[in-house]
């Protein structure tokens, strides 16, 4: 077996659901996405993260909704027609059960099939710039896709407050 064959058969091919903030493409892994919805009314929550744009009812359960744009301070997103939110599972802690939270973007693109050698590692600014939640760069055609880690792009006291403050309402 040549060299080429081996690293072939090496590669594991990942599927990202691929989104848009502003003209940034993003990327979450497809099996952290439970579904997207149009964007509904949303009950504010007082005293919560800036970014946290309020819950909303799905189906009998509370779902917080956070602002991606505002969380990554890219400034808010202006709600239009092919605005949605992702509903995506988050685990919060690794024995504990996951949590529903909601991704407000500016639009869907298309679920990719990322290979794992297409994938460059997130590059490093030094000590103050935190890029902990980015998964890595995945190359697709001509463009580049920042996939995000979900898991960490909020701070286990960031969910855990947004999750209280979701909880009370209930």
């Given at each position: 077996?040549?060299?080429?064959?081996?690293?072939?058969?090496?590669?594991?091919?990942?599927?990202?659901?691929?989104?848009?903030?502003?003209d940034e493409e993003y990327g979450?892994?497809?099996?952290?996405?439970?579904?997207?919805?149009?964007?509904?009314?949303?009950?504010?929550?007082?005293?919560?993260?800036?970014?946290?744009?309020?819950?909303?009812?799905l189906r009998g359960r509370i779902?917080?909704?956070?602002?991606?744009?505002?969380?990554?301070?890219?400034?808010?997103?202006?709600?239009?027609?092919?605005?949605?939110?992702?509903?995506?599972?988050?685990?919060?802690?690794?024995?504990?059960?996951?949590?529903?939270?909601?991704?407000?973007?500016?639009?869907?693109?298309?679920?990719?099939?990322?290979?794992?050698?297409?994938?460059?590692?997130?590059?490093?600014?030094?000590?103050s710039l935190d890029t902990s939640?980015?998964?890595?760069?995945?190359?697709?055609?001509?463009?580049?896709?920042?996939?995000?880690?979900?898991?960490?792009?909020?701070?286990?006291?960031?969910?855990?407050?947004?999750?209280?403050?979701?909880?009370?309402?209930?």
């Open positions: 077996m040549n060299q080429t064959m081996e690293k072939k058969e090496l590669s594991r091919v990942q599927k990202y659901l691929s989104f848009f903030i502003q979450i892994e497809i099996l952290k996405v439970r579904e997207i919805i149009g964007v509904t009314d949303m009950t504010a929550l007082p005293k919560t993260p800036s970014f946290v744009k309020g819950v909303i009812n779902i917080p909704v956070i602002d991606l744009k505002r969380k990554f301070e890219m400034g808010e997103t202006e709600i239009k027609e092919e605005s949605c939110i992702i509903v995506t599972e988050i685990q919060v802690v690794e024995d504990g059960d996951p949590i529903q939270m909601g991704c407000l973007i500016d639009r869907v693109s298309e679920v990719t099939n990322i290979e794992d050698s297409k994938i460059e590692p997130a590059p490093k600014f030094g000590g939640f980015i998964l890595g760069l995945g190359k697709t055609k001509d463009r580049v896709c920042i996939l995000l880690d979900i898991d960490r792009v909020f701070r286990e006291s960031e969910l855990t407050e947004i999750n209280s403050a979701a909880n009370c309402n209930e």
